[in-house]
């Protein structure tokens, strides 16, 4: 087992094997990952963290992978973190970053204030510079909850959506099965009156079958938000992966591709520059990344939520990290082996079982 604030003396060898590649120009050749930011990606100075505040949803969306079982994080786990987080600090952490996600993370929201608080407190008295965004289907950012969010520095939001009303509501559907949209673009439209700084990214899921539905949203877009730098947008075109359930159905053709470019083109004043090194980079495979699920267990990947293999450890009551070495190199090897695949998505080619591990199952308190 290894303590979370060894993990710098574990990584030498990755310092070497880099350093040997730079020389070689390797790197810069085929991998797009700088110096700089392999060093802050392994340093103590830096630590990302994907909480989890619920695994339950208001939506029921029809191509969602996760199961919405009952478990929260509660207030002894909230402390936990805290906890950890002030002994990150005292080891020289200097830049944080916290991904709120669920499940729906609004439906849990004191976890994040109870955080967001004690981290203020904590920058009273240490050069720490907070960061913090949150994925959510944007049904319960009413203006009230916003501006707490906004309060305890959360000020980066995703929100997906799937086309205009009448689209939108076919796949993105509440639990008591109505749709979801007007309440949506109600909040998105109430958050321009806001003085205060933020960024909201609205993804737009692309299929073969959204794209006239796509067209009206987009055209509505830029006529509400175009004019105000904080919304961005976002294309995600369905891609065919060649697994059993494949999607090639929805996978957009060469005549949905043309208007896509019509479209991206006029959503250009709307998009926001991306730093490419960091994108190529998934977060489970960043050293210094930790997946905290509600009920205390430390994963790596927000997709295979339910696999044994997503736990590399646990965090403590006292805020102690407990990580188990093993299981912990496997996510991080691109930091190794400089390999794209192990970079851009660990979860590939993970060995089938690691022996002896089970995603404990944790009924609520
Ligand atoms: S599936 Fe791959 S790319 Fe997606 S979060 Fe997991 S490791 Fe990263």
């Not at 604030?5 to 120009?25: D, G, M």
């Not at 799937?162 to 509440?174: A, K, M, Y």
Request: charged share 25%; net charge positive; hydrophobic share 35%.
């Amino acid at each position: 087992m290894l303590n979370f604030n060894q993990i710098k003396t574990a990584i030498p060898e990755f310092k070497a094997t880099f350093t040997k590649l730079k020389q070689q120009s390797v790197i810069d050749k085929y991998h797009n990952i700088e110096k700089s930011l392999f060093s802050l990606f392994t340093s103590n100075s830096y630590l990302e963290l994907t909480i989890i505040t619920t695994e339950q949803c208001n939506f029921r969306c029809v191509y969602c992978y996760q199961d919405f079982q009952s478990v929260k994080l509660n207030e002894d786990r909230a402390y936990s973190v805290i906890r950890f987080i002030e002994k990150s600090v005292e080891s020289g952490l200097r830049h944080l970053h916290i991904s709120w996600f669920g499940g729906e993370p609004t439906l849990n929201v004191m976890p994040i204030h109870k955080i967001g608080n004690a981290i203020k407190k904590i920058q009273l008295n240490n050069n720490l510079v907070y960061t913090s965004n949150m994925s959510s289907n944007g049904y319960l950012l009413s203006k009230n909850r916003f501006n707490d969010l906004l309060n305890s520095g959360v000020n980066h939001f995703q929100i997906s959506l799937d086309g205009w009303q009448e689209f939108h509501d076919q796949t993105r559907i509440r639990k008591n099965g109505q749709g979801s949209f007007y309440r949506i673009w109600k909040n998105l439209l109430c958050f321009r009156s806001f003085k205060k700084h933020f960024i909201i990214d609205l993804r737009l899921h692309i299929t073969q079958k959204n794209i006239d539905s796509i067209e009206v949203l987009v055209k509505n877009i830029l006529k509400e938000f175009s004019k105000d730098h904080r919304f961005n947008v976002m294309l995600e075109e369905i891609k065919d992966l060649g697994g059993e359930s494949s999607a090639s159905q929805l996978v957009p053709d060469k005549k949905i591709k043309n208007r896509l470019t019509h479209i991206k083109t006029s959503l250009l004043p709307m998009k926001r520059p991306f730093k490419s090194a960091h994108n190529k980079i998934c977060y489970a495979a960043i050293p210094r990344h930790l997946l905290i699920f509600p009920d205390g267990q430390l994963g790596k990947c927000t997709v295979m939520l339910k696999d044994p293999r997503n736990v590399v450890g646990k965090l403590e009551h006292d805020g102690d990290v407990i990580l188990n070495k093993e299981f912990y190199s496997y996510w991080i090897r691109g930091f190794s082996t400089l390999d794209k695949q192990d970079l851009s998505c660990p979860a590939k080619h993970l060995p089938k079982i690691f022996d002896g591990v089970e995603r404990i199952a944790v009924k609520q308190i």
